[in-house]
Every structure is written in C-alpha cells, then in structure tokens.
C-alpha cells in the first residue's frame, strides 16, 4: 500500500517472480521513479542494481532498462545491466500531482512470491 497526500492506494504487481529486494521500507517516503522493489528469480545477482540505485546515477536508466529489457543495450560505462528475467518496480505516479509516495504496508515481504495481479 502507498500513501499519497489524498489516499492510500494497494500497488498492484504486474510482473511474476520472487521479491529480491526492498528499496523502500514501511513508513518510508520516497520521490517517484525511485526503486522500490526488486522482482526475478530467486539466487539471482542483482548486485550491479543495488550497487546502481545506491550510486549517484539516475534511476531513469534502470527503468528505461526494465522497459527495454528484450532490446540490446549499447554499453556504456554508466549503464546497469539488468539480468534478464529481473524487474525493477519504481515509486508509481499515482495522479498527476504526485511527487513522493509513502510506503504504508508491504504485504509481501523478500523471498515471497508473487504472481501477476498481487
């Protein structure tokens, strides 16, 4: 669930997988576009991503990367890579005028699985 400044909304999963990583914990508040969560195969390395969202660089490229994800990449020296398989599920905009989103309940927690509509 993520709270607005007008309401609490349940974030609907649209990918399948294992939640690998929590960027966002509960009572959190987070701009949108930043990662939240981590979804793929359970054992994946997802270190190059981690290591990515700690660092100084734009978390645009990692989700123009999930978005493109069957398309190859031209290396650069900047680029995460993101395992194939490997989502990264960013702070929704959830209306027009919002900037930052609150993380009120995870109800899954790192090493659930979650099925697409969760």
Not at 32 to 56: H, K, P, Q, R, T
Not at 89 to 105: E, F, K, W, Y
């Given at each position: ?11 609907e ?6 939640i ?51 398309k ?47």
């Open positions: 669930e993520i709270e607005t400044d007008k309401a609490t909304m349940e974030f999963c649209f990918y399948e997988g294992t690998l990583h929590i960027g966002v914990q509960e009572g959190e508040t987070s701009p949108v576009d930043v990662l939240l969560a981590v979804i793929g195969e359970e054992g994946e390395d997802i270190s190059a991503i981690l290591n990515g969202s700690a660092a100084d660089s734009s978390t645009e490229e990692v989700k123009e990367e999930a978005k493109t994800e069957a190859p990449e031209v290396s650069t020296s900047d680029a995460v890579v993101i395992p194939e398989g490997v989502q990264v599920i960013t702070m929704p905009r959830l209306s027009d005028t919002m900037t930052d989103g609150t993380v009120a309940t995870w109800l899954k927690k790192v090493g659930d699985t979650v099925e697409e509509g969760d």
